[in-house]
């Protein structure tokens, strides 16, 4: 952040240049690295980092490609949600999201649950056709989402996840919001009243919110 304008940094094929514009809106996800090297996760304390696997899976039963199928619950031998998603590998694939921990590892969760749990029989005949890995950190959410020139949303400022509807309204509130920072009429107060009362983990019972779901 130049203070009078930003400056953006991309990398490619060890291809470097640069990009600056007057305002920047993070939006690069809950691990965002734009609020990182901008100084924005001061202070913010790190609940946990999740250890994830996306199975893309071929042979699913009963798969609906146009819905996303979440599972809760010990039943499915994990402590947080087993997700069932469409996949960009095309509509008779289904991404499986396993998210686990050093002491309760993916791997484990994703045989346990296709072998043993509830929905194992919508598994017998799938195979694997590929795998994506990733860490997920959960934080506290940020109760101002925006410093200098930068206006962090979705699930960059968030604690995990805003959901696809709030990801919508996320970027409806932020494209208004820097049209009337550039038109000097505070954009981003505004957006930050919005945010502080639109989503559950921002309430009083936040890190109470914010400790059940980590843990």
Known sequence: DRGDHVEISLSRHRQKEAVTAKKIIAADGVNSRTVQSLGM?????????????????EGVCEFEPTAMRWHMGRAYHSFGPVILDPSLRGDEVADLVVMGSSQLRPEQIFKDFTTRGPCAGMYEQSRVAGMTGCTVKAYPSLMTPHKGNCLAIGDAAAYVEVEVQGGLMCGYHAATAVADELEGRGGFDRYTQWWQKSFEFNSEQALRVAGDLAG
Request: hydrophobic content about 40%; proline content about 6%.
């Open 41 to 57: 996760n001061e202070g913010r304390p790190c609940f946990a980092t999740a250890l994830c696997i996306i199975y893309s899976l």
